[in-house]
T-cell receptor
Framework: KQEVTQIPAALSVPEGENLVLNCSFT??????LQWFRQDPGKGLTSLLL?????REQTSGRLNASLDKSSGRSTLYIAASQPGDSATYLC?????????????FGTGTLLAVQP | EAGVTQSPTHLIKTRGQQATLRCSPI?????VYWYQQALGLGLQFLLW???????NRGNFPPRFSGRQFPNYSSELNVNALELEDSALYLC????????????FGSGTQLSVL
């Protein structure tokens, strides 16, 4: 059974700092891994999707890496800003059964202090 | 281009009643997914519809049901509401059913009293 874990559960950093969020999964048989952000009381915004054949994806100040063999992904945020404050969730789309049944981690609550 | 829209934003029901939640996917998207986000439980997969058919469901009792209409919009019905059904219900859509980014709506906050 696929399990997704995110560490740390919460993180507070000063504005301008570079930071790394971690995601680990137990079953390497995945189609893709996605990173989302969620603002309080809101839905999810898709940030990056990494296919299982890819090692990383970049969008602006965000860079996500994937190491399928070790069951790990990291989300790197460069030059953090107060507007980056949100909960960041990773999710994997595993083999077996139906796809697009994303398994989510419990998230990292990020606070960027001005 | 409009994103995924959900209605209502908030819904208050009493135990034993039925709730109906609605979702309109992004234009051109044929797959619709429902997720439940309850306090302390994280996001749990509920249902997946594609081309009008239920393709998969998560580990939820049969009183959670839904359908997808010919215009690809979707409805989630929860019968015989229980207190623990209180949660944020999120709908998502994708252009194709496999290996695609999911785009989420803002959710319906269901409170069962």
């Amino acid at each position: 059974k696929q399990e997704v874990t995110q560490i740390p559960a919460a993180l507070s950093v000063p504005e301008g700092e570079n930071l790394v969020l971690n995601c680990s999964f137990t079953d390497s048989a995945i189609y893709n891994l996605q990173w989302f952000r969620q603002d309080p009381g809101k839905g999810l915004t898709s940030l990056l999707l990494i296919q299982s054949s890819q090692r990383e994806q970049t969008s602006g100040r965000l860079n996500a890496s994937l190491d399928k063999s070790s069951g790990r992904s990291t989300l790197y945020i460069a030059a953090s800003q107060p507007g980056d404050s949100a909960t960041y969730l990773c999710a994997v789309d595993s083999y077996g059964g139906a796809t697009n049944k994303l398994i989510f981690g419990t998230g990292t609550l990020l606070a960027v202090q001005p | 281009e409009a994103g995924v829209t959900q209605s209502p934003t908030h819904l208050i029901k009493t135990r034993g009643q039925q709730a109906t939640l609605r979702c309109s996917p992004i234009s051109g998207h044929t797959s619709v997914y429902w997720y439940q986000q309850a306090l302390g439980l994280g996001l749990q997969f509920l249902l997946w519809y594609d081309e009008g058919e239920e393709r998969n469901r998560g580990n939820f009792p049969p009183r959670f049901s839904g359908r997808q209409f010919p215009n690809y919009s979707s409805e989630l019905n929860v019968n015989a509401l229980e207190l623990e059904d209180s949660a944020l219900y999120l709908c998502a859509s994708s252009f194709r059913p496999y290996n695609e980014k999911l785009f989420f709506g803002s959710g319906t906050q269901l409170s069962v009293l």
